[in-house]
């Protein structure tokens, strides 16, 4: 038995299936995230290439047979294209994009997941956000997942230049410390990571948070296993200039 579901989502990720099929992973209100068969959107004449497209967020009417969603239709809201402006911005809303995917469970219940994830394009659409916005949503992506980074013993040692952050309890330690999953981090870029997590948004260069983003893509692959692609891609970017 076939039965149709209207929920509210965002396209995550689409990856190409067969000659015209896409399957699409989405981030919905009622269903969590999900991956969806979206047959014949990757022909330029279908009505619903759109909804198969990253950052596409709208009104999904899904069909389920058994444990397979499929598309149906797509009533559209928002594209978020403005992102593609600057390169900064599209790199951090990419990478929003895959910490959704990658922070997230199939299946369970991510209203605040989506709620998050909206407000961090949003921002950096409309309300000119940029690399604070993307720092806050990561924290706040870690917490609801039970990775939550905290100030810990955080203390400078022999060096005062640098601090130590470790990969394994998500907190600071003395600069003595000696562990596989001890990664030095620089003054201006721990004090600035301490300050986002506590709540104290703040400016930083973009040295600072293309540290802070490295450490951070480190720490999701230890708890978790996952790369952060387009974060490291963002790290790039900001060392190189943007």
């Known amino acids: 038995m076939t039965e149709e579901i209207k929920t509210e989502g965002i396209c995550l ?80 809303g990419t990478a929003g994009l895959e910490i959704a995917d990658k922070l997230t469970e199939e299946s369970v219940s991510v209203s605040v997941e989506l709620a998050r994830l909206l407000r961090l394009l949003m921002s950096l659409c409309y309300d000119g956000g940029g690399l604070g916005a993307l720092l806050s949503y990561l924290l706040d992506m870690l917490k609801i997942a039970g990775y939550r980074i905290s100030r810990g013993e955080m203390a400078p040692g022999r060096d005062p230049k640098y601090f130590v952050f470790d990969l394994e309890e998500g907190g600071f330690y003395s600069s003595a410390i000696h562990s596989a999953y001890a990664v030095k981090m620089t003054t201006p870029a721990a004090t600035l990571l301490v300050d986002f997590s506590e709540g104290k948004e703040r400016e930083g260069d973009a040295e600072a948070f293309a540290e802070i983003f490295a450490l951070l893509s480190r720490y999701v692959k230890v708890k978790t296993g996952s790369n952060l692609r387009a974060l490291f891609e963002l790290c790039d970017l900001l060392r190189n200039g943007s």
């Open 13 to 92: 990720r689409a990856v190409e299936y067969g000659e015209s099929d896409r399957i699409i992973t989405l981030l919905t209100d009622k269903l969590g995230k999900i991956a969806v068969r979206a047959r014949g959107v990757s022909s330029p004449r279908s009505k619903l290439r759109h909804a198969a497209i990253p950052f596409s967020f709208g009104e999904y009417i899904l069909t389920l047979k058994g444990d397979f969603y499929s598309l149906k239709s797509f009533d559209y809201n928002d594209a978020f294209t403005s992102v593609s402006d600057d390169l900064v911005r599209y790199f951090a």
